[in-house]
Structure formats: structure tokens, C-alpha cells
């Protein structure tokens, strides 16, 4: 069975951090592109980044860029999300997901909360 | 970016009749390697998305074949052949051509 776990979410306060967490197991973690997709409260899904199975390659939406990093250690089949310098606009539901585009592999997690607040 | 522009926002529909969400998108979804990189996703109520088709018509796997996907170039569409009460959710468009890939705003389906 395919298991993606997020963890890590919570409440911030503004310009503060925290790194996400997801341990995935039952596929080969390392064979798959990877990202990170976000959902504010009541609102649409929102890409944020995407990394390569090797790492060497990581995309970035504009609005994240420089703030945070996308990162993933395939020896223990986790995928990061260091988030520096939070603002009210980041909080969201993150998701954890594969980031295959051109093949049947769609894999999701259930989601962490992080509330940017004050 | 891509903007991904879908219509209805919104979409009451019939149990047992068909359904059609519309996407465009602001520039070509076309790759040099032939291929159209456009997705489809759902969103049940209190889920996690769950994609229902990749490169415009290829359904994921567990998607009921009820589901269906046409369009090329920018103009693409999504349909329900027969609509059932496990697909109340809200569906997204998404480009994967470009980068930042982009989600379309979603059509909530409900039924009537």
C-alpha cells in the first residue's frame, strides 16, 4: 500500500520557520519527481515546488522563491520542506505528492497545516 | 505564468446525466516531444486531490472509465459521461508544460 505521511505543520509566527516532513513508503521514492502543493483555507490548489529523484533539479513558484527549499533524502524515503521567513499568505493545507507528468503515478498525502499568525 | 481559466465555476447536475467542465489555458500545453501536458484533478469534499487524467485523456489508475478527456493545443475539456454521487467535488485543470506549473480556479459539481 502507497503511504504518504506529512508532518511538521503548525502554528508560526510571522518571519518564523518550520520544515515539513514526508515519509513515503510502498513505491520506489527514488525512481519519481516530487513536490510540494498547497491549499489556502476555502481556496484552490496552488503548486509550490517540485524536485528531481536524484535532487538535482528544483523548480519553485515565484512567491516561495528564495524563502524556501525543497529537499529529499531518498536512503530514508522522505521528502522536506524548509519554509523561512512565513507570512499570513503561506498558511495553507501542504501536501506531499508524486510529480509524475507523463505517467499513470499519482500519489498524494493527506495534508499538514500551517497557520502563519500571530 | 500559464493561466489556466476554467468555466463553470460552478455546476449543479442530474444524477445519471452527463457533465462538461471547460479549461483554457493562456499558452500552448504542446512539448516539443508531441505531448500535451494537461491534467485533470478532483477534490472530494474533506480529501486530498486525486488526479483523474494526465496528457489530456489518460485516465489514472482506479478511474472509472465514466470520465473522459479531449482538447489540444489550449482548449480542453473534461467529461462525466453519467454523473454519479461520488463525483460531488471540486476539479481542477492544471498545466504541467510550463513552469510554475498552474491549477485552474475549480468547478464545484454538485447535485441538484
Known amino acids: 500500500e502507497v503511504q504518504l505521511v506529512e508532518s511538521g505543520g503548525g502554528l508560526v509566527q510571522p518571519g518564523g520557520s518550520l520544515r515539513l516532513s514526508c515519509a513515503v513508503s510502498g513505491f520506489t521514492f527514488s525512481s519519481y519527481w516530487m513536490s510540494w502543493v498547497r491549499q489556502a483555507p476555502g481556496k484552490g490548489l496552488e503548486w509550490v515546488a517540485n524536485i528531481k529523484p536524484d535532487g538535482s533539479e528544483k523548480y519553485y513558484v515565484d512567491s516561495v522563491e528564495g524563502r524556501f527549499t525543497i529537499s529529499r533524502d531518498n536512503a530514508k524515503n522522505s521528502l522536506y520542506l524548509q519554509m523561512n521567513s512565513l507570512r499570513a499568505e503561506d498558511t495553507a493545507v501542504y501536501y506531499c505528492?508524486?510529480?509524475?507528468?507523463?505517467?499513470?503515478?499519482?500519489?498524494w498525502g493527506q495534508g499538514t497545516l500551517v497557520t502563519v499568525s500571530s | 505564468d500559464v493561466v489556466m481559466t476554467q468555466s463553470p465555476l460552478s455546476l449543479p447536475v442530474t444524477l445519471g446525466q452527463p457533465a462538461s467542465i471547460s479549461c483554457r489555458s493562456s499558452q500552448s500545453l504542446v512539448y516539443s516531444d508531441g505531448n500535451t501536458y494537461l491534467n485533470w484533478f478532483q477534490q472530494r469534499p474533506g480529501q486530498s486531490p486525486r488526479r483523474l487524467l494526465y496528457?489530456?485523456?489518460n485516465r489514472d489508475s482506479g478511474v472509472p472509465d465514466r470520465f473522459s478527456g479531449s482538447g489540444s493545443g489550449t482548449d480542453f475539456t473534461l467529461k462525466i459521461s453519467r454523473v454519479e454521487a461520488e463525483d460531488v467535488g471540486v476539479y481542477y485543470c492544471m498545466q504541467s508544460m510550463h513552469w510554475p506549473w498552474t491549477f485552474g480556479q475549480g468547478t464545484k459539481v454538485e447535485i441538484k
Open positions: 505528492a508524486s510529480a509524475v507528468r507523463g505517467a499513470q503515478v499519482d500519489y
Open positions: 496528457k489530456v485523456s
